[in-house]
Structure formats: structure tokens, C-alpha cells
């Protein structure tokens, strides 16, 4: 069975900063691209970031450029998310999801698995 559980999430002020966390089993991790999705209350999901198998390619959303860091350790099979100078906008719930092997079908959201996701709060 496929788990991807994210751990990170928490309250923080405007220009704060928070490092989120997806450790994955029961999948090749090392053969997959990874990355995150957030939804917000009343909004529609948006794709954040996503890291190839290898890490070599990574790809941001435009809202996030600058500003989150995705990286990867396949020893551990855990994905990070490194959220830096957040903005109350960024609030939102965060989904690890893993699908393909480029991060390409992260983006679409095409992604095979997902988690249970974990909350992001940034006040002003």
C-alpha cells in the first residue's frame, strides 16, 4: 500500500518561514517524480513544485519562484519543501503527490498518489 505522509505544516507570520516534509513507502521512490500541490479554502488546486526522479529538474509554480526550494532524498525516501518570505496567500492545505518521473506529470496533475495533506496557515 502506497503511503505519502506530509508533516511540516503549522501557523506563521508574514515573511516567516516553514519546512515541509513527505516521507513515501510502498513505492519505488527513487523511480518517481515528486512534488506539491496546495488547495485553499473556496479555491482550486494549485500546483506549487515538483523534482524529477533523479533531482536534476525541478519546476516551481511562478507564485512560489524565489521563494520555495523542493528537494529530495531518495535514501529516505522523503520529499521537502522549503518555504521561505511567506505571504498570507500561501495559506493553504499541502499535498505530497508522486506520478511519472520528470515531475511533467505533477504539474498537469496527472500524478498517480497522493497524501492526506497538511495545513499551512500564514498570518499578517
Known amino acids: 500500500q502506497v503511503q505519502l505522509v506530509e508533516s511540516g505544516g503549522g501557523l506563521v507570520q508574514a515573511g516567516g518561514s516553514l519546512r515541509l516534509s513527505c516521507a513515501a513507502s510502498?513505492?519505488?521512490?527513487?523511480?518517481?517524480?515528486v512534488g506539491w500541490f496546495r488547495q485553499a479554502p473556496e479555491k482550486e488546486r494549485e500546483f506549487v513544485a515538483a523534482i524529477s526522479w533523479s533531482g536534476d529538474i525541478r519546476d516551481y509554480a511562478d507564485s512560489v519562484k524565489g521563494r520555495f526550494t523542493i528537494s529530495r532524498d531518495n535514501a529516505k525516501n522523503t520529499v521537502y519543501l522549503q518555504m521561505d518570505s511567506l505571504k498570507p496567500e500561501d495559506t493553504a492545505v499541502y499535498y505530497c503527490?508522486?506520478?511519472?518521473?520528470?515531475?511533467?506529470?505533477?504539474?498537469?496533475?496527472?500524478?498517480?498518489?497522493r497524501g492526506q495533506g497538511t495545513q499551512v496557515t500564514v498570518s499578517s
Open positions: 510502498g513505492l519505488s521512490f527513487s523511480r518517481y517524480g
Open positions: 503527490t508522486a506520478g511519472g518521473t520528470t515531475g511533467a506529470r505533477i504539474r498537469s496533475g496527472a500524478y498517480n498518489y
